[in-house]
């Protein structure tokens, strides 16, 4: 623990062993899991409370432990963010409905080790504009982790995901951040989803991150609500998220997290999703 809190206080980087890696795979892919299966019941009428519950009751049983409920004294299993919700959106009892875009951030704890990654989804039909913002969205994020390499540092991946989502007339949110991951839920370094090129911390082989671009339609400005906990875009308009989390190995990025387990659901409902 005083490791823990001294590597918080001085912003240290744990790098990992692949032994480790690995087992913060496993946590990762439970998240994917437990995505995939809150794709099955992610339909209009369900409520983001109902999701929270059998995210909650799935981790259990899968031998794990919410990472998020308790995490900063936070109330609930997973963050539930609709439409104009940026990230950390807080489940309630409002019905989904026809038109919805949800990104849902899960994090677990197993054996020890932290995952923690979020997916978007859609209710039934959705603006074509919306469509776009979800597609440059999960594009930025690929672009961000193709930067994730030895040698690099954290300011290639931030100015990889800012160009391609300024290219496309969209705006990336600059107060918020992704995080490293391990022993701990967040850990050192923050990862800005803006930079310059060969600017900050240096990757190497054994950093592990959460690379998460948050990306509004409109304005980057956000405002935090009375909850304490939710962003919104300050403009009202739409915001998307999606989160991996990714190891370099060998100074090459590997995705530890796993969106095709979640995909394959999705296709098999006939929902619509970016591929």
Known sequence: MLINYLRRLFGM?????????????????LVSKTLAYLAEFINEGITTLELDKLAEDFIVKNGAKPGFKGLYK????????????????????????NGDMVSVD????????????????????????TKRLMRVTKESLYKGIEQTKSLNRVGDIGHAIQTHVESHGFSVVTELTGHGIGREMHESP???????????????????LAIEPMINMGRSDVVLLDDGW????????????????????DGKPNILSDYKIIETVLEQKGDFYIK
């Open 190 to 208: 923050s990862v800005p989803n803006y930079g310059k090129k060969r600017r900050g911390d240096l990757l190497k082989s054994g950093i592990v």
């Open 230 to 249: 939710t962003y919104i875009t300050k403009d009202g308009l739409p915001s998307c998220h999606y989160e991996h989390n990714v190891a370099i190995i």
């Open 106 to 129: 899960v994090g677990v704890v197993l054996n020890g080790w932290c995952g923690d990654h979020a997916y978007s989804f859609v209710i039934g039909d959705i603006p074509n504009e």
């Open 13 to 29: 980087i744990h790098f990992k062993s692949k032994q480790e890696i690995e087992q913060i795979r496993q946590s990762s892919l």
């Open 74 to 97: 936070y109330p609930y299993t997973i963050l539930t963010s609709v439409n104009e919700q940026v990230i950390h959106g807080m489940p309630n009892d409002r019905p989904l409905q």
